[in-house]
């Protein structure tokens, strides 16, 4: 495989969680370089299905979107990229039988690292912009389905996850959200 035709994957401390930069291959005119191969998902046992993409864009710094996931069988793989702007990028381990469960993971996810997340089955997602305009791509391996979404309190104690600034816009069903039990 040539030079810059790869991800690199680094998985984090919650199994199944990674954070992938890219390989960038530069010459005068700029860079190549690969954000995603079936091949590579598939040799590191990730979820390489991708069915749908999404787009949020937040105008104000301290935006906070999530703790969001899916039930079975409706669960889904996330790839998450910031295109631009900056993002405090969290990811929660809920499965039950996980040496894990309950722990979460934190990645400042920017447009110029061009880094990524990916949040496996079993996981809730949500992130904290950093900037003004910060706009995040969403790959899924499974369609959204309003009967299966759930959300977890972005400040439940059972979590205790350390948000980097003030939480200043949030929607009415992200602070609606119960503790978990």
Same mark, same amino acid.
Request: proline share 4%; net charge negative.
């Given at each position: 495989m040539p030079r810059g035709a790869s991800v690199i994957f680094r998985e984090t401390k919650l199994k199944g969680a990674f954070e992938i930069d890219l390989e960038p291959n530069a !010459? /005068?005119?700029g860079f190549f370089a690969r954000s995603w191969c079936r091949n590579e998902f598939e040799a590191h046992e990730l979820n390489p299905t991708l069915v749908q993409c999404n787009i949020s864009f937040s105008t104000r710094r301290g935006t906070l979107r999530g703790m969001h996931y899916q039930e079975g069988p409706y669960a889904e793989a996330k790839l998450v990229r910031c295109t631009r702007g900056s993002?405090? !990028?969290?990811?929660? !381990?809920?499965? %039950? +039988? *996980?040496?894990?469960?309950?722990q979460w993971v934190a990645m400042v996810l920017t447009s110029e690292r061009r880094n990524m997340a990916y949040v496996p089955e079993g996981f @809730?997602? +949500?992130?904290?912009?950093?900037?003004?305009? *910060? /706009?995040v791509f969403y790959q899924m391996s @499974?369609?959204?389905?309003?009967? *299966? @979404?759930?959300?977890?309190?972005?400040d439940?104690?059972?979590?205790?996850? *350390?948000? %980097?600034?003030?939480?200043?816009?949030?929607? /009415?069903?992200?602070? +609606?959200?119960?503790?978990? /039990?």
């Open positions: !010459d /005068e005119r993002i405090y !990028d969290v990811v929660v !381990d809920l499965r %039950p +039988g *996980s040496s894990t469960f309950k @809730a997602h +949500g992130f904290l912009t950093l900037e003004d305009n *910060s /706009e @499974a369609f959204y389905n309003s009967e *299966s @979404a759930r959300g977890l309190r972005w439940d104690p059972a979590f205790q996850i *350390s948000w %980097p600034g003030k939480v200043e816009v949030i929607s /009415e069903r992200d602070r +609606g959200y119960r503790n978990y /039990e």
